[in-house]
Nanobody, 118 residues
Framework: QVQLVESGGGLVQAGGSLRLSCVAS???????????IGWYRQAPGKQRELVAA???????NYADSVTGRFTISRDNAEKKVYLQMNSLKPEDTAIYYC?????????WGQGTQVTVFS
């Protein structure tokens, strides 16, 4: 079964930047390259929400709250997806998760904590 592992979270002052990484394993290069990969986040007491997603054709979409500040990208050769987060705000504080589907089954990573202080 496909596995996803996130990294790159941390503690950052408002206005700062972080780059999150998501690496996939137990999947071939060709298998990874056709998948849509999403970054989600969940803040305490809130529902998990989609932050950004990237398709196999590298088409992207973003939540309104992060448009213009976050950029999602992928490296199929490395089986990685990145989330570059700039101009971070305290409301971006959350656990960030990487997601894809394996057949009809959603696959989630363990998450990486992002904390933004003012």
């Amino acid at each position: 079964q496909v596995q996803l592992v996130e990294s790159g979270g941390g503690l950052v002052q408002a206005g700062g930047s972080l780059r999150l990484s998501c690496v996939a394993s137990r999947i071939t290069f060709s298998g990874f390259s056709i998948k849509t990969i999403g970054w989600y986040r969940q803040a305490p007491g809130k529902q998990r929400e989609l932050v950004a997603a990237i398709t196999s054709a590298a088409a992207t979409n973003y939540a309104d709250s992060v448009t213009g500040r976050f950029t999602i990208s992928r490296d199929n050769a490395e089986k990685k997806v990145y989330l570059q987060m700039n101009s971070l705000k305290p409301e971006d504080t959350a656990i960030y998760y990487c997601n894809t589907n394996y057949g009809s089954q959603p696959i989630w990573g363990q998450g990486t904590q992002v904390t933004v202080f003012s």
